[in-house]
C-alpha cells in the first residue's frame, strides 16, 4: 500500500496526475456555504476534480445553494459528521480528500499549495494554519491551532481543514463515529503515516461557537468529548 523512500511515504501508485476531492459535510448552512463554495469557485488550479456537499437532511436553503455554486450534493446515509464525511470520501473520484466545513473559506491557492507541500515534505496528511473569524478570543484558538497542534507528535488535523490521501484515508478506516472525530482521526493516522502542517495561512473559518458559547465553552466542549473518547476506549 505504502513504501518508504529517504524517510518519506509516497502513495502505492505514482501520482503523476494528482487530483483533489473537496468534502463538506452540510446541515443547514445556508447562511456559510454559499462563501465557503465562491471561494472553492476561485481555486487557481486544475487539480480540483469536485466539490462534494454531503447533506445532513437539511431544513433549509443548504442543498439549493450547492447545487447553484456546482457542487454535488449527497444525501448522508447515517447521522453525524463523521457518517458525512466518510460518505463524501466514499463518492469521491479525487486521488488526494480535503475535507472542509461549511464555514470555511479557503484561499485560492489552496489546493496547489497543499499538493505542493505534501509532495515535497513527504506526508500522506496535512492541514495548515488557519484563520479564526469572530471575537477577539477567537484568536486564542487560533493561535492554539497554528502553533500548538503543529507541534505534538502525533499532530492534530482539524475537521474543517484535512488533507488526506485517498490511500492512507482508506488504510485509517475513515473518521470514527466518536466525539472529536478529527482528534481521533488523526491519531490513528498519524501512527501509521508522517502528518504535518503547511505554515501558511490558507484558511478562513468562523469562530460561531465561541461567539456563541464563549472561549471557555467552547475549549471545555472540545475537552470534554476528547476525555469521553479517551474512557469509552479503554
Given at each position: ?22 468534502v ?88 496547489p ?45 482539524p ?8 490511500e ?9 463515529d ?31 461557537r ?25
Amino acid at each position: 500500500m505504502r513504501r518508504a523512500r529517504g524517510g518519506e511515504w509516497v502513495p502505492e501508485g505514482i501520482d503523476r496526475d494528482p487530483s483533489v476531492s473537496v468534502v463538506i459535510p452540510a446541515r443547514n448552512e445556508s447562511e456559510y456555504i454559499g462563501e465557503t463554495l465562491e471561494s472553492l469557485a476561485a481555486a487557481d488550479t486544475e487539480r480540483l476534480e469536485e466539490v462534494l456537499v454531503v447533506d445532513g437532511d437539511s431544513t433549509d436553503d443548504t442543498a439549493a445553494i450547492a447545487r447553484e455554486r456546482g457542487a454535488t450534493v449527497l444525501s448522508q446515509s447515517g447521522r453525524g459528521i463523521a457518517d458525512a464525511r466518510n460518505r463524501g470520501a466514499t463518492m469521491a473520484t479525487g486521488s488526494w480528500l480535503a475535507f472542509l466545513d461549511a464555514d470555511t473559506v479557503v484561499h485560492p491557492s489552496y489546493v496547489p499549495t497543499m499538493l505542493a507541500f505534501v509532495e515535497r515534505s513527504g506526508l500522506a496528511a496535512a492541514s495548515c494554519y488557519c484563520r479564526i473569524t469572530g471575537p477577539v478570543r477567537a484568536r486564542v484558538m487560533q493561535t492554539t491551532i497554528n502553533r500548538l497542534f503543529p507541534r505534538l507528535d502525533r499532530p492534530v488535523l482539524p475537521g474543517f481543514n484535512t488533507f488526506v490521501h485517498r490511500e492512507a484515508f482508506d488504510a485509517a478506516d475513515g473518521f470514527p463515529d466518536v466525539p472529536n472525530e478529527d482528534t481521533a482521526f488523526s491519531r490513528r493516522l498519524a501512527a501509521e503515516f508522517p502528518t504535518g502542517y503547511c505554515p501558511v495561512t490558507l484558511v478562513e473559518s468562523s469562530g460561531r461557537r465561541i461567539a456563541s458559547d464563549g472561549l471557555t465553552g467552547t475549549l471545555y466542549h472540545y475537552v470534554r468529548l476528547d476525555v469521553g473518547r479517551v474512557c469509552a476506549a479503554r
